[in-house]
């Protein structure tokens, strides 16, 4: 098969590119290198298998042209920054909702019939009902939620339209190696510049899933091998959560820093969108067989480790 | 209070007008007459609180200055045919997605807080429960239905981001006097061509709710004053559903006609991106001492002499 992944030299993205090459697929990257990283990927640069195109989804006349004869397209390109939506009202606009649909424009034209999507938890809003199923209807408190949420309307009709075959993930964060945005990574750059001294945007309070990529990576390819429906929609979270405080908690403890004073700067809210208790329902996943391996504190301190490792990335940004 | 209405020449829109007027608020009405009617409003003209603005909700300068000063948006303007969406990619997008947009972006701009929208049962698609409640989840079937539940994501963020009044209305079919598009208007243009012979897109199958216009905007009205939420999603429907083939039997009955012979050209949707069954839970609604005085066959029949009166709607199009 002939695998097209937009955002292939992302964090999750590049995961992905890892599974498709290792099961033996051809992929074609196409990233425009906003947040993704030549070091996620560089390792494929040598393989017949593989293609990396640096181009921008928005572009349509070149995402078209480098789709051409894909089997399956995995759009995992989009604007992962759900705070910058309150101030930019274009961006998750453009990023999030436009590139889905110059995808599925595309996919249409080129006659391709299968799509996997990332959307987010962020579409379920301030749930009252948790953990959150699948069923939930969407109540977006911010524009990167309500963007992803336009993008999975679309690709519903799309595939309805079509007779496609399309998979929709709704994550929680994501945590592990090649991890790049999110507040392990503010909280690590915040304590590289001030090791005493901790500022958080929320009390500490907001509670939330998250989950380790491999894991993530695992519950996506379970899905598509094993789901039936010609629309399949599926959570992708983890049993347990844990507070901001508790993230900052074990940041701490994994770079042995004992002593760093607290500030909280805010509410039981993060920012203007944020929600304070993420968990989603993964039951219908688990129906499938799948279970995460790694419990969120482990995930925690790889993704610390990680980025020790990788200070150009705490650098970069 | 300045009441400002998207679409107020419309079928709708103009009968929102009339309740306004006569509860003696001042209304400005933004419409580019695509769809509109002079006719629907001219009794309104020598009215001093009265203003009309043609020009279309996609110029955003246009409407952000039109909309200055008003105290409450109802945005009843979108492109209304379900089927065109199949052929057309764009249609959709434009007027019933960007279009919204437009509206929220004017109106948090001009920090204007309150905002009505027309929505649609296409939101559910072919939902599995009925009558489908509120609560249900989108799954849209047509471009119209996605782009309009696109639309709701949109007015849920901005009311939660701006702290907004926003009440969502999800329609089924409106019938009655002005109507201008739908089954009804369909089979009487056809017959007025040739009287003993109708063709229909599907299988005469399809079963549906209709609302009774009046009903309708007493419904809003009722939602308006009596609902309590910041943001308010409502079904407008009906609890009785109808054939497509038992309208054809109203239609030509109140037409006189006795012996016309029925085509089905279609199976159990009319086209694609139909629902072959569409029935909304009114419970909510009723909750706040709602109820439908007119019954379906009555608000066809209503609908079928209007539309006898009116030829030159029907010659129109």
């Known amino acids: 098969m002939k695998i097209f992944v937009t955002g292939g030299a992302g964090f999750i993205g590049s995961h992905i590119v890892d ?32 293609t990396l195109i640096k181009d921008d989804v928005l572009n349509f006349n070149a995402l078209k042209k480098a789709m051409k004869d894909s089997d399956f397209v995995f759009h ?24 889905t649909q ?46 992803k949420a336009n993008s999975e309307n679309y690709i519903y009709t799309y595939a309805h339209y079509y007779d496609w075959n399309a ?10 190696e090649r991890y790049t945005h999110g507040c392990i990574f503010d909280f690590m750059k915040k304590l590289k510049a001030d090791s005493s001294h901790l500022y958080m945007l ?18 996506i390819f379970t ?9 399949n929609i599926y959570n992708l979270g983890h049993e347990e959560v844990t507070t901001i405080k508790n993230i900052a908690d074990i940041v701490c403890d994994e770079l042995g820093l004992k002593k760093v004073q607290y500030t909280f700067e805010g509410g039981d809210k993060g920012w203007m969108g944020d929600n304070k208790f993420v968990h989603l329902s ?19 301190r790889r993704t610390v480790r990680y980025l020790k490792e990788s200070s150009f990335l705490l650098n970069a940004r």
């Open 19 to 50: 599974y498709l090459i290792g099961r033996g697929d051809d992929v074609v990257i196409y990233d425009n290198f906003c947040t993704g990283q030549e070091i996620f990927i560089k390792h494929h640069f040598d393989n017949q298998r593989f």
């Open 76 to 99: 995992i390109a989009g604007h992962a920054d759900v705070r910058g939506g309150y101030t930019d009202h274009d961006i998750d606009l453009k990023q999030n909702f436009m590139a």
């Open 102 to 147: 110059n995808v599925l424009e595309a996919m249409h034209q080129l006659n391709i019939k299968n799509i996997a999507f990332s959307s987010t938890s962020s579409v379920y809003g301030d749930a009252i009902l948790h953990p959150t199923p699948e069923s939930y209807p969407f109540e977006p408190t911010s524009l990167y939620g309500a963007a």
């Open 167 to 176: 998979y929709i993930f709704r994550f929680v964060s994501w945590i592990g």
């Open 202 to 219: 929320s009390d500490g309070t907001p509670k939330k899933s998250s989950l380790y990529v491999k894991d993530g990576v695992n519950a």
């Open 223 to 231: 899905i598509i091998e094993k789901s039936s429906e010609k629309i």
């Open 282 to 300: 993964i039951d219908k996943l688990k129906q499938l067989g799948w279970e995460p391996t790694v419990n969120i504190e482990e995930g925690i």
